[in-house]
Nanobody, 124 residues
Framework: QVRLEESGGGLVQAGGSLRLSCAAS????????MAWFRQAPGKEREFVAGVRWSGSITVIADSVKGRFTISRDNAKNTVYLHSDSPKPEDTAIYYC?????????????????WGQGTQVTVSS
């Protein structure tokens, strides 16, 4: 069993700085593929970014490419999502996800473990 806890959400100004953290516990962290998804009101949950265990392989969704980055610190069992240029359309609940068998990082159903989510609101 893996427990995921997100933090860092809240109100952010467009063009400001957004940093989300996800702390994992309960399983060897460096065996897990970690990812961020988000869900805006009335929309399906969508992939944002993911990173494999080594940290050297990352995948970023086209909708946020060039604005969002993902990183992980295996010593702290934590994965991060960062943006220096968030936009109002990035407003959503952001979820951290983890899986140990993830052939395709961007596919939601590949992830077995999910956090409760953290609300991010980007004001214009």
């Amino acid at each position: 069993q893996v427990r995921l806890e997100e933090s860092g959400g809240g109100l952010v100004q467009a063009g400001g700085s957004l940093r989300l953290s996800c702390a994992a516990s309960g399983r060897t962290f460096d065996e897990l593929v970690m990812a961020w998804f988000r869900q805006a009101p009335g929309k399906e949950r969508e992939f944002v970014a993911g990173v494999r265990w080594s940290g050297s392989i990352t995948v970023i969704a086209d909708s946020v490419k060039g604005r969002f980055t993902i990183s992980r610190d295996n010593a702290k069992n934590t994965v991060y999502l960062h943006s220096d240029s968030p936009k109002p359309e990035d407003t959503a609940i952001y979820y951290c996800a983890a899986g140990n068998r993830v052939p395709s990082i961007g596919i939601r159903t590949n992830y077995l473990y999910w956090g409760q989510g953290t609300q991010v609101t980007v004001s214009s």
